[in-house]
């Protein structure tokens, strides 16, 4: 999974730098993300913050359900609808947090490298 950024409808898609702006974005629900499926994808390394990737791969109409960021029931600041999981497939919750889904089409045979800065 690559996060691209986040986008709300009518609105120019914007880079997510810190992790504030990925929690952020998540209960927004404005993340832009696209799943990879390929072989040698690249782990992200622990605790490096945000990096950049170069990919590519094949869009052949297939999608993922994918985890958002759980938060906390009593969330201070309000999180919007979601589309929830993809079709077919059903949504499991915990009673003291608020998990959610969504649907992002992946791209097979991919193929992802760092990008150097």
Same mark, same amino acid.
């Given at each position: 999974?690559? &996060?691209?950024? @986040?986008?709300?409808?009518?609105? $120019?898609?914007?880079?997510? =730098?810190?992790?504030?702006?990925?929690?952020?974005a998540? #209960?927004? #629900?404005? $993340?832009?993300? *696209?799943?990879? @499926?390929?072989?040698?994808?690249? *782990?992200?390394t622990?605790?490096?913050?945000?990096?950049?990737?170069? %990919?590519?791969?094949?869009?052949?109409?297939q999608v993922? &359900? *994918?985890?958002?960021?759980?938060?906390?029931?009593?969330?201070?600041?309000?999180?919007?609808?979601?589309?929830?999981?993809? =079709?077919?497939? @059903?949504?499991?919750?915990?009673?003291?947090?608020?998990?959610? %889904?969504?649907?992002?089409?992946?791209? *097979?045979?991919? $193929?992802?490298?760092? =990008?150097?800065?």
């Open positions: 999974m690559i &996060t691209l950024g @986040s986008a709300g409808e009518g609105t $120019t898609p914007t880079l997510i =730098k810190t992790w504030d702006d990925f929690a952020a998540e #209960r927004a #629900r404005t $993340t832009l993300v *696209v799943a990879l @499926s390929g072989t040698n994808l690249p *782990v992200p622990a605790g490096a913050g945000p990096q950049t990737y170069e %990919f590519s791969g094949i869009y052949d109409g993922r &359900t *994918v985890l958002r960021l759980p938060q906390p029931r009593d969330a201070s600041t309000p999180i919007a609808p979601d589309a929830g999981p993809c =079709k077919g497939e @059903s949504a499991a919750t915990q009673a003291d947090t608020m998990v959610s %889904f969504y649907c992002a089409p992946l791209l *097979v045979n991919a $193929t992802a490298s760092p =990008k150097l800065p």
